[in-house]
């Protein structure tokens, strides 16, 4: 029994010690997909690749991932083929075949791939090739840039031309050394033009760069700083990573991820390889946050069937792929393809067994059992046809037909000089083809050129997409706008906003600022040892705008204009003057008029009662003289209200110091009067003679003469103008006289003085005459009202500006005028209108008094 049992263990052991694995038994038969043709196209595509996993135990194992996408671009190269075969106008009497071989993409393994494909078996053995006539005439390669630049290297040995069928990759086309590559996709050389023109678009300034560590990524990056600074953009971080997944476990990544998802930036731009990017998100994802638009500089597809109650990172991303029509009858192909139909495609097989939950036979790993009838690649729930119709399959399909209008247009060449006999000696110099190839000229499917010289290469458009992915697993991909750089500038970037489905935690378009926008009124003030995109808001100066957000600089208003109160507009500044609408201008208008028309009536009265004793006590003449001079100094006043001009600013002056002079000096010949009536009383002759010839009456044409003088001085040399003021107040501008002369002006200011001072003084001193004389009381209150005035009114008139400095000056005429009049005529009037009997008894008193003293002379 003991034996028996130990006999079953060893039978069993090998069971035990290996896990049976149908996919790496089928790819071990059938690595690749070969097609029989009479040319060969040859491809090295990236089936599957080994990628690294932690065991249970703690070590690394090599673990087979297959890249159904590189699947579904690869059907294109299919479709293309079948359908020159069937086209009677290419290649007739010939057919194309495929030699598609899987190719890892592990950096260390591309030499040895390569030197094994050049073989023609499974050994490497350089410069050696076991098929005498090899029917390939072409390799297609990609989508990684890389791998085809490895290669490249190798098959220029050969001059064996090369298609690539990745992004444009600008050092390939410069490399000296890579003559033989050639590649199918457009120039990207407005890629980050793009890019800018959507992040200006949304107002965004604010971003992070997510970049692979290669050359391509480095000279994307250059590009986009140019632009970015250009605009104004600022980027936050640069994260240059390697996401390889031959390289380390993603895992040592995390750090960096976490340092991205955190940063203060809503936008990140992410330019990887499609292998990189699913790697990345992959990462992304394990984070659980989601709050980031990602816009990629190309498409995202992912298989991976996770179910998750939370949004996708990726939902919500904004993703560049080159703009192409879809390829005529290429979704109905798709959707008839099964395995049936080609039994020979391994991958094909592999693809069905992982969609439709199919088993392999275990007597033939390469047979598929318990497949659904109905089956059809019409069923997929994921976006899996759109990965077929992507920009890969679309190069692949032009590359394709490149090939066979090349060899179309070798074929013709040949037959015209060496006759058919040459066609057989087509398959043995594939280098043939390189200056058709660089010929070649495509509108097979669209209006855009399909040209592989380099110097005539187009450049690319592009679709821009909206990836929504929602936790049901499922994906909608939605083109929401294009980037043409053909349209004029500022119709480039065509975009429906409203369209697009934006992350988890926008309800509406995300924000991506360093600052919060500067709004209208307010201007950016940068802060030392931040980025240009960080600044405070300052609000503008006085008199200063900005009209709109983010405003470097604030405007500064026109003369004639002012800032309103939030800074943002500049307002027509209104024109300002003492007019006679204004309600000082009435008040002052009215007293004007009211003082000239008492001064007036006062003149009436002396005039009436021009024979009373008091009116000639006073000296008639010279009281005529000061009430019509009052009159006119009532009235001068008028000549300061109202719109200036040019006359009324001549005027202003001029009348102001002839009718004030005459004024003053009428009083200081009537204090002068006084002094002499009051000294005749007195011993000897002289002054009696000077009160009986008028000689005080010449002191007004004397003082007014002199006044003349610096007038006329100041009127010939710098004469007063209409000025007009913008700056004094801030919302109007004061249309006022301007004194020409500020020193001619107190000369004559001065001059006045003088004459009240004299009068002051004079009546002063005499101010204790007999009653008979009072008079002198009442002119030393005059002169100190005057001057009170004038002096109170220098100071005030340095301190106002615009129509204050005006009403200042009428205000001091008519009260230094009023003062005149009051302290002089009504006392006077007083006493004729209601006690005309004590001006009597005065004129007895008087006159007795006045005998009395000459008797007593005699």
């Given at each position: ?126 410069n050696y090739n076991c098929r005498k006539e090899s029917k390939s005439v072409v390799l297609i390669t990609g989508p990684s840039w890389t791998a085809s630049a490895l290669f490249g290297e190798l098959l220029e040995l050969y001059k064996f031309p090369q298609l690539t069928i990745g992004r444009y990759d600008p050092i390939l086309s410069g490399n000296i050394h890579l003559t033989s590559i050639y590649q199918m996709a457009p120039k990207d050389t407005f ?235 087509l398959v043995h110099f594939p280098w043939k083809l390189h200056s058709f190839l660089r010929n070649t000229q495509l509108y097979h499917l669209d209006s855009n050129q399909v040209i592989l010289d380099e110097k005539r290469k187009s450049v690319a458009e592009y679709d821009i997409i909206n990836y929504c992915h929602f936790p049901i697993n499922f994906v909608h991909m939605l083109k929401v706008g294009m980037f043409s750089p053909f349209a004029p500038p ?131 003449t010279l009281s005529y003289i000061l009430l019509i001079s009052l009159t006119f100094c009532f009235l001068s006043s008028l000549l300061f209200i109202g719109h200036p001009n040019t006359a009324t600013c001549i005027l202003q002056p001029t009348v102001f110091a002839a009718v004030f002079t005459v004024a003053l000096s009428t009083v200081l010949a009537k204090t002068v009067t006084v002094v002499l009536a009051f000294s005749i009383t007195s011993p000897g ?174």
């Amino acid at each position: 029994m003991f034996l028996l049992v130990f006999i079953c263990l060893i039978l069993l052991f090998p069971q035990l010690m290996y896990s049976y694995d149908p996919i790496s038994c089928a790819l071990k038969k059938k690595a690749s997909i070969f097609l029989e043709g009479d040319i060969m196209i040859a491809a090295l595509l990236p089936f599957y690749t080994w990628q690294r996993q932690i065991k249970a135990t703690g070590h690394y194992q090599n673990v087979r991932w297959l890249k159904l996408k590189t699947y579904m671009f690869f059907l294109s190269f299919l479709f293309a083929v079948e359908e020159v075969n069937r086209n009677s106008n290419i290649l007739p009497n010939m057919t194309l075949g495929i030699d598609a071989n899987n190719f890892p993409f592990i950096d260390a393994d591309t030499m040895y791939i390569s030197l094994k494909w050049i073989s023609g078996i499974d050994r490497m053995i350089p410069n050696y090739n076991c098929r005498k006539e090899s029917k390939s005439v072409v390799l297609i390669t990609g989508p990684s840039w890389t791998a085809s630049a490895l290669f490249g290297e190798l098959l220029e040995l050969y001059k064996f031309p090369q298609l690539t069928i990745g992004r444009y990759d600008p050092i390939l086309s410069g490399n000296i050394h890579l003559t033989s590559i050639y590649q199918m996709a457009p120039k990207d050389t407005f890629l980050a033009h793009a890019m800018i023109s959507l992040i200006l678009h949304f107002h965004w300034n604010w971003v992070g760069l997510c970049i692979s560590e290669d050359e391509r990524s480095l000279q994307f990056w250059s590009d986009f700083r140019i632009e970015m600074d250009k605009n104004g953009i600022c980027v936050a971080f640069v994260e240059i990573m390697s996401l390889s997944r031959s390289s380390a476990s993603p895992d040592i990544k995390v750090d960096e991820i976490l340092h991205i998802l955190k940063s203060s930036v809503n936008v990140i731009i992410v330019y990887f390889d499609s292998d990189s990017l699913i790697t990345f998100f992959h990462m992304v994802e394990q984070s659980l946050m989601t709050q980031k638009v990602w816009v990629m500089a190309s498409p995202y597809y992912s298989f991976r069937m996770k179910q998750s109650m939370f949004l996708h990172p990726v939902h919500g991303s904004l993703m560049f792929s080159h703009h192409h029509k879809e390829i005529a009858g290429f979704r109905k192909f798709i959707h008839a393809i099964n395995p049936s139909k080609y039994p020979n495609d391994i991958y094909l097989a592999i693809f069905w067994s992982l969609i439709f939950d199919c088993s392999f036979s275990e007597s033939d790993c390469t047979k598929l059992e318990n497949c659904p009838l109905n089956a059809s690649m019409e069923m997929l729930p994921y976006p899996f046809i759109n990965m077929a119709i992507s920009e890969e399959s679309y190069n692949l399909y032009n590359a394709v037909y490149a090939v066979a209008h090349v060899l179309h247009d070798l074929f013709l060449h040949q037959v015209e000089f060496q006759g058919l006999g040459g066609v057989k000696r087509l398959v043995h110099f594939p280098w043939k083809l390189h200056s058709f190839l660089r010929n070649t000229q495509l509108y097979h499917l669209d209006s855009n050129q399909v040209i592989l010289d380099e110097k005539r290469k187009s450049v690319a458009e592009y679709d821009i997409i909206n990836y929504c992915h929602f936790p049901i697993n499922f994906v909608h991909m939605l083109k929401v706008g294009m980037f043409s750089p053909f349209a004029p500038p500022g119709q480039q970037l065509s975009l429906h906003e409203d369209m697009i489905e934006w992350a988890l935690g926008f309800t509406e378009t995300p924000q991506s600022l360093c600052s919060e926008s500067c709004s209208p009124g307010f201007r950016k003030a940068h802060m030392e040892g931040k980025a240009i995109c960080c600044f405070d808001c300052t609000p503008c100066p006085e008199n200063e705008i900005s009209n709109e957000t983010n405003m470097e600089q604030c405007l500064r208003c026109g003369d004639n204009q002012y800032a309103n109160m939030q800074r943002i507009h500049c307002i027509q500044k209104g024109v300002t003057f003492l007019s006679y609408e204004d309600a000082l201008g009435i008040i002052l208008t009215s007293l004007s008029l009211f003082f000239s028309g008492l001064t007036v009536s006062i003149l009436g009265i002396f005039v009436k009662h021009r024979t009373t004793p008091i009116v000639k006590a006073n000296n008639r003449t010279l009281s005529y003289i000061l009430l019509i001079s009052l009159t006119f100094c009532f009235l001068s006043s008028l000549l300061f209200i109202g719109h200036p001009n040019t006359a009324t600013c001549i005027l202003q002056p001029t009348v102001f110091a002839a009718v004030f002079t005459v004024a003053l000096s009428t009083v200081l010949a009537k204090t002068v009067t006084v002094v002499l009536a009051f000294s005749i009383t007195s011993p000897g002759r002289r002054m009696r003679w000077l009160l009986i010839s008028r000689v005080p009456n010449f002191i007004v044409p004397f003082c007014t003469l002199i006044q003349l003088i610096p007038l006329g001085i100041w009127l010939g040399t710098s004469p007063p103008f209409v000025d007009i003021d913008t700056h004094s107040e801030y919302d109007h501008i004061i249309i006022a006289c301007n004194k020409g002369s500020v020193t001619a002006f107190y000369c004559v200011l001065g001059y006045l003085g003088c004459l009240a001072v004299g009068s002051f003084t004079l009546a002063f001193l005499v101010r204790n005459l007999p009653d008979t004389f009072n008079e002198a009381k009442f002119l030393t209150f005059s002169m100190l009202i005057f001057c009170s005035v004038w002096v109170t009114f220098l100071p005030v008139y340095q301190s106002t500006k615009g129509k204050a400095v005006v009403a200042t000056e009428v205000f001091s005429i008519l009260a230094s005028s009023a003062g005149l009049l009051g302290c002089i005529f009504l006392p006077k009037c007083y006493s004729i209108l209601l006690r005309p009997e004590r001006s009597y008894s005065y004129h007895c008193r008087n006159k007795k008094h006045f005998e009395t003293k000459m008797s007593s002379e005699n």
